[in-house]
């Protein structure tokens, strides 16, 4: 929860009287809380026929004879390990054999050619459709709609922009940032001529 007249708490709280305790109060009630715990405790003594029983046991336990460590040794069996040797043999002939006989499958040939990369300059093809614009700007003269008249001018604005930057292009090569702005303008202009177009 956040306070709302936090710097006024904190004002009053700075207000209040400093005070300290003598030192030793503190050790007073540190006395008080924590009596020791082994005082309360009842004190009892095992009846004396508890610790001779522990000790007759102990006693016994320790004359008792202790059981002789067996060693037991595994039983010889030849007949066993010679199967089990010629087993092994067996199977690492049946293996070498599996390895050497097995199909490699089909074997891979890689082929490659090398080719002549097309030519990377862009293909200007910015004004092929320069006609189609010029006879929607004449059709949008002779209409008086607002609307129209907007895009036209928003047409006409583009035009312009699209005619500064292929001078540009002309002036310092065909820069990609360049090229990318024109056809950003070419895509513009086109979305207002087919909302012209879908208008007329």
Do not use: C
Request: glycine share 4%.
């Amino acid at each position: 929860m956040k306070e709302l007249n936090k710097r006024t708490l904190h004002d009053g709280l700075n207000a209040l009287p400093q005070h300290d305790p003598a030192p030793g109060v503190w050790r007073e009630i540190d006395r008080q809380l924590t009596p020791s715990l082994g005082d309360r405790l009842p004190s009892y003594q095992p009846p004396p026929a508890v610790w001779n029983g522990l000790a007759e046991e102990l006693s016994r336990a320790e004359a008792a004879p202790q059981p002789a460590a067996t060693v037991t040794r595994p039983l010889r069996k030849l007949p066993l390990r010679w199967l089990s040797v010629a087993a092994a043999f067996l199977l690492t002939l049946g293996i070498a054999y599996t390895v050497a006989t097995a199909d490699g499958g089909p074997t891979v040939t890689y082929a490659f050619n090398k080719e002549v990369a097309p030519s990377t300059q862009p293909v200007q093809d910015w004004d092929d459709d320069e006609e189609s614009f010029a006879r929607v700007l004449a059709q949008l003269e002779a209409i008086n709609e607002p609307e129209l008249n907007t895009m036209r001018m928003e047409l006409e604005e583009l035009t312009e922009a699209k005619e500064e930057v292929k001078a540009v292009l002309v002036a310092y090569g065909d820069d990609p940032a360049v090229v990318r702005q024109l056809a950003a303008i070419e895509r513009d202009r086109s979305e207002i001529y087919r909302r012209i177009i879908v208008r007329i």
